[in-house]
């Protein structure tokens, strides 16, 4: 039965494949049948293309007969073919259509012999054109094509406009055929001119204090016309977040002595726009299987006429409510040098707590270690060369939770500073190639006004890179050092210490569940026992990603680390796949994970994770 099935499924691609060469070559109507004969591929296209249309009356059907063979010498002879030999049959009928048969022998093709493609003076010393020289598809040896021909010509003007030439011209452009010898030679004369300059730049539609956009030039005053230049200015506009509507318009009908005016439309954001979001935490190795969580954002992305603006964020879950706000304010330049203000009240779930039933002679999950988190920041961000971006920040961070029955709330005063590198291979979702890296450095001190000293160093990779266009790489690696008294570890806030879980960590497991537990008797007489985290963290990722189509893909991962103390690294590792669709807002990813290993709190843990945005 397999067999037969193969066999039917074989003849019919075979039918379809002789019906898709049949339509490349013939075409037919109500008045009249076309097939041609001894000619395939891209010279049998062509052909069709300057056939053109079928003729749609008896009037139409003589006049495309009578110019058939004109139109087929025309095809043959913009590929290079010029001693092509056609002949033509004609079957008419008293009804339906006429029948037209074509038969094409095509001849030697004409080969180039030389292109010389000339510039004006000041054209030789742009080295854009001469990389595009070097990148022509038109050389000695190639066969003779029009189309290139024409779109080489094209491609030249085209790059001369885009770089300011805006008088350019051919002052010659030919090509001289030797039918004897089935020769070529091709000669372009290239008059760019003289090359404009932009002129000024004038803001209109904005809101801002006058000077605040010019910060957002990237180029110099009267510097040499350049689109990618214009084109960088409406990118940096659009970053900036104020705007609704950009427009960066050329005035050429106001140029003078070469100097271009640039005319900017804006239109404003309204003033205030909200967002909601809806997710869920799914999987089996929690107290909870299934928790729903709520998101709402409000942001007011201009609030006065000096650029500040502020984001806001309420999230609710049942257990895990959240609030914080983020105020920032240009400072020298509106994007590469912000200061930020950040204040939120956040309340977060670490690992699980169990107590000891001595029915069953096992533990039971009762809950987990929770922390309220009282916070307020400044922090400045600042552009550096190369893509870097510096960061140094003040935080106070005051936070109640409850360890082991007994209940902290210690206060912390951080002095960081982080420095990060982002490069992308696109501007796309989904980036084909980049890296990223970031290191940060906070530091506490008694004698500053914290419940103990603390100094934290963090380090985070990721690399990604697309080979044979459809298989794709994306690794991280997340590293985190903890420097205290082993006497103060208790003083250590949740939120400053090492977890390991999560879809950003290690898949199968729920967010911040792994990490270095303690036992402890229980006011109820019972042995009870908290994951409280860990004061070292080193967590790995392997993902391999395969396009089944350029909007969806199929990857499987491998995670492994864990969060750890002194002498205690326990490696948690799990494997698990997914399937990621590529969505115009960003790839929305469903993986599913299985933890390989039963810890003292979990037996082969699994959970799905469904979560949304760019690798970089």
Not at 2 to 25: D, E, H, M, N, Q
Not at 413 to 424: A, I, N, P
Request: charged residues 20%.
């Amino acid at each position: 039965m397999l067999v037969k099935l193969f066999g039917c499924y074989l003849r019919l691609i075979l039918l379809l494949t002789l019906f898709t060469c049949a339509s490349v070559y013939a075409a037919d109507n109500d008045w009249l049948n076309v097939k041609v004969n001894g000619i395939n591929g891209a010279l049998a296209q062509n052909v069709n293309a300057y056939l053109g249309d079928m003729p749609t009356s008896a009037i139409h059907r003589r006049a495309y007969l009578f110019s058939v063979k004109d139109k087929v010498e025309q095809a043959l002879q913009s590929m290079g073919y010029y001693h092509g030999k056609i002949s033509q049959q004609i079957q008419q009928t008293k009804k339906g259509p006429w029948y037209l048969t074509l038969s094409v022998t095509p001849g030697p093709v004409t080969k180039i012999q030389w292109v010389d493609v000339n510039f004006s003076p000041e054209m030789q010393h742009d080295p854009v054109f001469t990389k595009w020289l070097l990148s022509v598809k038109m050389k000695p040896g190639d066969a003779l094509n029009q189309g290139t021909y024409e779109a080489v010509k094209n491609e030249l003007l085209t790059l001369a406009l885009s770089r300011g030439y805006f008088d350019a011209h051919y002052s010659r452009s030919e090509i001289l055929v030797n039918r004897d010898l089935n020769t070529a030679q091709i000669s372009l004369d290239f008059d760019s001119g003289k090359r404009y300059r932009i002129g000024d730049i004038s803001f209109e539609g904005d809101t801002l204090e006058d000077g605040f956009l010019d910060r957002l030039i990237p180029f110099k005053p009267h510097s040499k016309y350049n689109a990618n230049k214009l084109s960088k200015l409406n990118q940096r506009l659009l970053a900036t977040g104020y705007f609704a509507n950009i427009k960066v318009i050329p005035q050429m009908d106001q140029a003078q002595d070469q100097q271009i005016p640039i005319k900017v439309e804006l239109a404003d954001k309204p003033g205030n726009s909200f967002q909601i979001g809806i997710g869920a935490d799914i999987g089996g190795n929690t107290t909870k299987p299934f928790d729903p969580r709520y998101r709402v954002t409000w942001k007011t992305p201009q609030i006065n006429r000096y650029g500040h603006s502020q984001e806001t964020t309420f999230e609710w879950s049942k257990d895990q409510p959240k609030f914080l706000t983020t105020y920032t304010i240009p400072l020298t330049h509106p994007l590469n040098d912000q200061l930020k203000i950040r204040m939120g009240i956040l309340r977060e779930q670490y690992g699980l707590t169990q107590s000891y039933n001595s029915n069953d002679h096992q533990f039971d999950n009762t809950g987990h270690l929770e922390s309220t988190k009282r916070l307020f920041g400044v922090l400045r961000q600042q552009s550096l060369k190369h893509k870097w971006l510096l960061g140094y920040s003040v935080e106070s961070i005051k936070e109640s939770y409850t360890q082991s029955e007994i209940d902290y709330d210690p206060t912390f005063y951080l002095f960081g500073m982080s420095l990060q590198k982002t490069v992308r291979g696109d501007n796309s979702f989904d980036p084909k190639w980049g890296y990223q890296q970031i290191y940060s450095l906070d530091y506490a001190d008694p004698a500053l006004g914290s419940a103990t000293r603390l100094a934290r160093l963090q380090a985070k990779f990721k690399w990604i890179h697309t080979f044979f266009t459809k298989h794709r790489i994306v690794t991280r690696l997340d590293l985190g050092i903890n420097y205290a008294n082993d006497s103060d570890l208790a003083l250590i806030p949740p939120s400053l210490r090492y977890f390991a879980g999560g879809d950003q960590s290690i898949r199968g497991y729920s967010y911040h569940e792994l990490g270095p537990y303690i036992d402890y008797n229980a006011a109820d007489g019972n042995i009870s026992r908290q994951v409280i985290g860990g004061r070292y963290l080193a967590v790995g990722s392997f993902e391999y990603q395969y396009y089944l189509t350029p909007t969806w893909r199929v990857a499987a991962f491998v995670d492994a680390g864990n969060a750890f103390d002194k002498n205690q690294f326990e490696p948690i590792v799990s494997v698990g796949g997914g399937i990621h669709w590529i969505s115009p807002i960003g790839p929305i990813k469903l993986d599913l994970g299985v933890g390989l290993k039963n810890t003292e709190f979990q037996h082969r843990s699994w959970r799905l994770h469904l979560t949304m945005g760019s690798d970089l």
